[in-house]
């Protein structure tokens, strides 16, 4: 799993968020969304359009104080939560996978950190969860050398995030990356898609199933009118349909559970 090809430049991706709850009461939906991808380590010589700013107002942007630690630059927080756990050869480019704030707004339930050796090759993730109470939570996803693409990888589930689930249990993830050649007058292009997925059991057997998957466009005032007049107000949505379907759940007397302590630790595995 390599990073994109395009460098010093922030990738726009347009695909679909999807969750699937298997019991007590099936529940599922998915809905159009779109995200970015930001090189975490070149955020300052970004090439950006006209519609997209770092750490200022816009139509889209990024504000770097919306992940990580607000005290510090991105990649030096990252480099150093890494070098922590033990992990040092992550010194290649780290993707960093969101959605941006649209007129100034955003929540991001999850974040994915892919972090790469210099030589392209996916060394770890971090996942970034957050709780509708402004709680956060890192999980940090690795082997111990390269990840290979759509690996499956695991971790305990520690945080609180929706009320209709226990804190226990363990978390499935899997990263996808293909790309397919387009023919014909799109012969010099190709097609680049994302792919994370992320699984949750309890003691039970699976329980939920989720992902979210887009494919990359190109980052241009154009695409950036074209997904907000598809999308208006995307990030606002997400935490409408959060308690939506909270609603539902408890409409269909799904068991709900009081909010617990969050974890003392800021990672876990």
């Known amino acids: 799993m390599n990073t994109p090809a395009i460098k010093s430049a922030v990738v726009l991706c347009t695909g679909e968020v999807m969750h699937k709850r298997l019991r007590p009461a099936k529940n599922a939906f998915r809905y159009g969304v779109f995200f970015i991808r930001v090189p975490v380590r070149d955020i300052n010589h970004m090439s950006t359009p006209t519609l997209f700013s770092v750490n200022r107002f816009n139509a889209l942007s990024f504000h770097e104080r919306d992940h990580g630690d607000a005290s510090q630059p991105l990649a030096q927080w990252i480099d150093a939560l890494l070098q922590s756990e033990g992990i040092a050869d992550a010194d290649g480019e780290v993707w960093l996978q969101c959605f941006p704030r649209v007129f100034g707004y955003v929540f991001n339930p999850v974040s994915f950190w892919f972090c790469h050796r210099q030589n392209g090759e996916l060394r770890a993730v971090v996942c970034e969860v957050r709780n509708t109470f402004g709680e956060k939570h890192l999980y940090l996803l690795e082997n111990g050398g390269k990840l290979v693409n759509g690996e499956e990888l695991h971790a305990r589930k520690i945080f609180h995030v929706s009320p209709f689930c226990k804190v226990e249990g363990n978390y499935r993830f899997c990263f996808m990356k293909a790309q397919q050649d387009l023919r014909g007058q799109a012969a010099q292009h190709s097609l ?75 990672l876990s595995r």
């Not at 989720?210 to 990030?235: C, D, H, K």
């Not at 409408?240 to 799904?254: D, P």
């Open 192 to 266: 680049i898609k994302h792919l994370a997925r992320i699984d949750y059991e309890d003691a039970e057997g699976p329980l939920l199933l989720t992902s979210v998957s887009g494919r990359e466009q190109v980052m241009s005032n154009m695409q950036i009118a074209r997904v907000m007049l598809r999308y208006p107000f995307m990030t606002l949505g997400v935490v409408l349909r959060i308690h939506v379907q909270a609603l539902r759940l408890w409409i269909k007397r799904v068991p709900f559970f009081s909010k617990p302590i969050p974890p003392t630790e800021e």
